[in-house]
């Protein structure tokens, strides 16, 4: 099996199975607990709040742990509009058509109960005009939030320069760095972040587990009420083998893991590049990429037959982001660039882990031109079909 399908979930790193497995039974304390097993639970705790908190040069402090990358968002998101909707001139978001979907269905949300949100535009390789944001911020805008890598084309936006413009402007920026955290620069002081959405199974860590940076001083309302957990924000009994689970997997991810999956995403599109004609990378080329993220566009061919055709012969890919995988609709993040229904249909996904290998890079250069030659001798594409034959 060679696994290409990291951006939707990763194998979890067997280091930090191993941190885990004591905290499912030998330290099972419930940290909220006085006695021994509870502070030992406490501890572990505040030692994984420090690990994520230093990782993104913030304070322990400023971190709350949360079930995953959706649930921070939208406590990002809601927590803020809700602690300030006293203050009715502060009644607008603005946002970006290539946010990932748990971002977008709460602004959609929060519209039906009387905000107002703007939906920002991208080039076409995914990146946001910084002139257009600047001038969509006005005196009754609360919150801007920017996706940090795009899930599918893996575009990097520039925190550092939105920041700018953000704090300037007074307004509070909040981005999902779920994709890029670990894998690109995220220093919430040098950026100007006010909160930022993580997570660890995109890391090689567990799923189920994510945190948010809250900065120091803002005010959230929590989503859920319970014991007061997390400072009152997130209430529930902390998941403690999966957040210790998830700073073992911060420690774990290295400099020279980046370097490798970026020789190997840069291999992999060179190699579809120049065996596959009619195609179109998607999203931009270098630094400003996710250093495991690939996405074609393959003319005359559907992007999910080209998949159950890489899953038979054992390769994992993706047409979308996973959780909108299942929808018939064509992806809103590739419509959002400027393709057609017709080429965001024909688009596929590869998204590379630590633990992948150029051998296996190679098997898919080898495997791949077949599949899409086969596919498009099949195809009902007439005008294709006579190119490709000429």
Same mark, same amino acid.
């Given at each position: 099996?060679?696994?290409?399908?990291?951006?939707?979930?990763?194998?979890?790193?067997?280091?930090?199975?191993?941190?885990?497995?004591?905290?499912?039974?030998?330290?099972?304390?419930?940290?909220?607990?006085?006695?021994?097993?509870?502070?030992?639970?406490?501890?572990?705790?505040?030692?994984?709040?420090?690990?994520?908190?230093?990782?993104?040069?913030?304070?322990?402090?400023?971190?709350?742990?949360?079930?995953?990358?959706?649930?921070?968002?939208?406590?990002?998101?809601?927590?803020? +509009?809700?602690?300030?909707?006293?203050? !009715?001139?502060?009644?607008?978001?603005?946002?970006?058509?290539?946010?990932?979907?748990?971002?977008?269905?709460?602004?959609?949300?929060?519209?039906?109960?009387?905000?107002?949100?703007?939906?920002?535009?991208?080039?076409?390789?995914?990146?946001?005009?910084?002139?257009?944001?600047?001038?969509?911020?006005?005196?009754?805008?609360?919150?801007?939030?920017?996706?940090?890598?795009?899930?599918?084309?893996?575009?990097?936006?520039?925190?550092?320069?939105?920041?700018?413009?953000?704090?300037?402007?007074?307004?509070?920026?909040?981005?999902?760095?779920?994709?890029?955290?670990?894998?690109?620069?995220?220093?919430?002081?040098?950026?100007?972040?006010?909160?930022?959405?993580?997570?660890?199974?995109?890391?090689?860590?567990?799923?189920? +587990?994510?945190?948010?940076?809250?900065?120091?001083?803002?005010?959230?309302?929590?989503?859920?009420?319970?014991?007061?957990?997390?400072?009152?924000?997130?209430?529930?009994?902390?998941?403690?083998?999966?957040?210790?689970?998830?700073?073992?997997?911060?420690?774990?991810?290295?400099?020279?893991?980046?370097?490798?999956?970026? !020789?190997?995403?840069?291999?992999?599109?060179?190699?579809?590049?120049?065996?596959?004609?009619?195609?179109?990378?998607?999203?931009?080329?270098?630094?400003?990429?996710?250093?495991?993220?690939?996405?074609?566009?393959?003319?005359?061919?559907?992007?999910?037959?080209?998949?159950?055709?890489?899953?038979?012969?054992?390769?994992?890919?993706?047409?979308?982001?996973?959780?909108?995988?299942?929808?018939?609709?064509?992806?809103? +993040?590739?419509?959002?660039?400027?393709?057609?229904?017709?080429?965001?249909?024909?688009?596929?996904?590869?998204?590379?882990?630590?633990?992948?290998?150029?051998?296996?890079?190679?098997?898919?250069?080898?495997?791949?031109?077949?599949?899409?030659?086969?596919?498009?001798?099949?195809?009902?594409?007439?005008?294709?079909?006579?190119? +490709?034959?000429?």
């Amino acid at each position: 099996m060679i696994y290409l399908d990291n951006a939707a979930t990763t194998p979890l790193d067997e280091k930090v199975l191993k941190v885990m497995l004591p905290y499912f039974t030998q330290k099972y304390g419930n940290a909220s607990s006085l006695h021994s097993k509870g502070r030992e639970a406490k501890q572990a705790l505040e030692n994984a709040r420090k690990t994520i908190a230093k990782s993104i040069n913030a304070k322990p402090s400023e971190i709350v742990f949360t079930s995953g990358g959706t649930e921070s968002n939208n406590l990002a998101i809601k927590g803020i +509009v809700f602690a300030n909707k006293e203050n !009715k001139e502060k009644n607008n978001i603005i946002t970006t058509k290539i946010e990932h979907d748990c971002v977008l269905n709460a602004c959609k949300w929060l519209e039906k109960q009387g905000w107002k949100v703007t939906y920002l535009n991208v080039d076409k390789k995914g990146f946001i005009s910084l002139d257009d944001l600047e001038k969509a911020i006005t005196n009754n805008t609360l919150l801007v939030s920017i996706i940090h890598g795009n899930n599918e084309i893996g575009t990097i936006q520039n925190l550092e320069e939105i920041g700018k413009i953000c704090k300037n402007k007074g307004t509070l920026f909040h981005t999902d760095a779920c994709q890029s955290y670990t894998k690109t620069l995220l220093d919430v002081k040098k950026m100007n972040l006010d909160l930022v959405t993580l997570n660890a199974h995109k890391i090689h860590g567990p799923k189920g +587990v994510g945190a948010l940076y809250i900065r120091e001083g803002i005010k959230i309302t929590p989503l859920a009420h319970g014991g007061g957990h997390e400072k009152g924000l997130r209430s529930g009994t902390e998941n403690i083998p999966g957040i210790v689970g998830f700073a073992e997997a911060v420690k774990q991810m290295k400099k020279s893991d980046i370097k490798k999956m970026t !020789k190997l995403r840069d291999k992999l599109i060179k190699g579809i590049e120049e065996k596959i004609q009619e195609v179109r990378l998607n999203g931009p080329l270098g630094d400003r990429r996710l250093c495991n993220n690939i996405n074609f566009s393959f003319e005359g061919v559907e992007g999910e037959a080209i998949g159950m055709m890489l899953d038979a012969k054992g390769i994992c890919s993706s047409t979308s982001s996973a959780c909108s995988s299942k929808s018939l609709e064509p992806s809103h +993040v590739l419509k959002a660039i400027g393709l057609s229904e017709k080429e965001a249909r024909g688009s596929l996904r590869l998204s590379l882990g630590k633990e992948n290998t150029e051998e296996e890079v190679d098997k898919v250069l080898e495997i791949m031109p077949k599949i899409i030659e086969r596919l498009r001798k099949i195809s009902p594409f007439d005008k294709l079909i006579n190119k +490709v034959v000429k």
